[in-house]
């Protein structure tokens, strides 16, 4: 059979029973309802990765040299550009 033949025949149950489609939508709709209660959401992307990682391990060697911070700094420094060191003053601090 075609693939078109079984969406013919869907659309006809679904124009027959709009009733009985729209209970078992809702049905399910309610058991991930449900089931989205118990979810838990925890943004911390570093528990995602294994603690041995070597990029994990860095980032808690920075955290325990700087403090922790939510912020991350990305220094650039590029020659001809505007993020080259010796085209801003010194700062007096």
Known sequence: MKLHHYYRRFALFVTEYPKTVIAVMLAITALFGI????????PDPWKMIPA???AVVYWNEVEELFGK???????VVAPGTIY???RWPRSTS
């Open 69 to 75: 911070s939510d912020a991350a700094i990305v220094a």
């Open 35 to 42: 089931a989205a209660v118990s979810l838990q959401i925890d």
């Open 84 to 86: 080259n060191p010796r």
């Open 52 to 54: 041995e990682d070597p």
